[in-house]
């Protein structure tokens, strides 16, 4: 059969096994993530079902994902609000920092994995997956709670040390000497200020480019954009992500509305195959053995998401019942925590890191939805007892 042929099968069964997967997610009312996971883990070596010759083309899919997932997650702020936000939560943000950074780094360093595996996991520890924490407020009907503006100002607190978090991390990957390194993270900074100056004082002549009447003109507009300045960023040792991040930042209104609403299939679809890609780079037999403690680390870092989130509520003044939303809505982890592991993964920081990632999403993308479910009775009979 020929080549183009047999990719076309194999990536055609993945995505209607994707859509099949998102289904019964939607009907059991969990996040499809770990599904995802799941069918990478199948799909993959090792795996029930390893494709022959679509893998290098899912990987360029996934890359596409992960810059649209950082895009429409900077449309929802716009830079006014993202400097306002991170003076008023400074704080809150760096005891979130250390409350669940830390945890991974003494994870990888107590197994003797390294300093440089240490790094990443204290990263795959720390970012909380915006995506599905959106959900779940959405889903619950927290979205005008007074604790979510909590919430959302520590996922851009964390969003923004991830910008500065990543070329770090590459560089240590890379093993770039000091001098390089501190280059590297010094071009970083400045490409990430320049950006968000660009957004804050000239973001009207940004929007006025982007700006048409046609969906199709607009949505070429926005993710050429957005794929131009990634490429630029990852040229100059800054993640592709969060250089498609701060394009969504410079972008606000109406014309940020219509954007997220024209990308919300396209990111959709990517995001599952990124998610799909994970997995395939992951050998399901190397998971078992490590299970138990990606979920020991699970648990422990659950208490730190929740502590976090508590901490940061109660300086904004909020009753207990919204501490303890505040602390479950920082529980999922996803997006980033996969792209972490998978830059360490794929620059062999450890054989054991890229399984211990997987499972520790997979128990925490999954508990954290259902958590926030099963104790939502309990929150509801606190505040009205207060």
């Known amino acids: 059969m020929h080549e183009t042929a047999i990719l076309f099968l194999e990536f055609g069964a993945v995505v209607l096994g994707l859509g099949i997967l998102g289904a019964l997610a939607l009907r059991v009312g969990i996040s499809p993530i770990p599904l ?4 990478g883990l199948a ?3 090792g795996g029930i079902l390893p494709l022959a010759t679509s893998e290098e083309f899912i990987s360029v899919g996934a890359e596409l994902g992960v810059i649209l997932l950082l895009l429409t997650l900077g449309l929802e702020y716009n830079a006014g609000e993202l400097v306002t936000s991170l003076k008023g939560n400074a704080r809150a943000g760096l005891v979130d920092v250390v409350l669940n950074a830390v945890p991974g780094a003494v994870f990888a360093l107590l197994l003797g994995w390294g300093p440089v595996a240490a790094l990443a996991m204290a990263g795959v520890t720390y970012a909380t997956s915006s995506g599905i924490t959106a959900k ?3 889903d619950l009907g927290w979205i005008g709670n007074r604790e979510t503006p909590v919430v959302l100002s520590l996922l851009v607190f964390e969003d923004l040390t991830m910008a500065i978090y990543l070329p770090v991390l590459t560089a240590v990957l890379a093993g770039l000497s000091f001098v390089s390194g501190a280059i590297t993270v010094a071009i970083a900074l400045a490409t990430v200020s320049v950006v968000l100056v660009v957004a804050l004082r000239f973001g009207r002549f940004i929007q006025a480019f982007v700006e048409s009447p046609n969906s199709e003109v607009l949505l070429l507009k926005v993710v050429g954009l957005a794929l ?3 490429g630029v960023a990852q040229q100059l040792q ?3 992500a969060v250089g498609a991040f701060l394009v969504g930042i410079a972008l606000s209104g109406k014309l940020a509305e219509d954007a997220q609403a024209l990308l919300a299939p396209l990111r959709d679809l990517f995001a599952a195959v990124f998610f799909v890609f994970f997995g395939l ?3 399901p037999a190397k998971i078992g053995p490590v299970v138990w403690l990606a979920a020991v680390l699970a648990v422990v870092t659950m208490i730190t998401k929740l502590l976090s989130g508590a ?7 909020i009753a207990r019942a919204g501490w303890a939303r505040a602390g479950i809505a920082l529980i999922p982890r996803g997006e980033f925590n996969i792209v972490i592991a998978g830059l360490a993964v794929a620059a062999g920081a450890h054989p054991d890191l890229g399984p211990v990632a997987a499972a520790y999403v997979l128990i925490l993308a999954a508990f954290g ?3 926030a479910r099963l104790v939502q009775p309990f929150i509801t009979a606190i505040a009205k007892r207060a």
């Open 238 to 240: 800054v993640s592709a």
């Open 369 to 371: 939805p259902l958590a």
């Open 36 to 39: 995802y996971l799941i069918a």
């Open 43 to 45: 799909f993959g070596t």
């Open 311 to 317: 901490y940061a509520a109660r300086r904004a003044g």
């Open 136 to 138: 779940v407020l959405s």
């Open 228 to 230: 131009l300045v990634a």
């Open 281 to 283: 780079q992951t050998d």
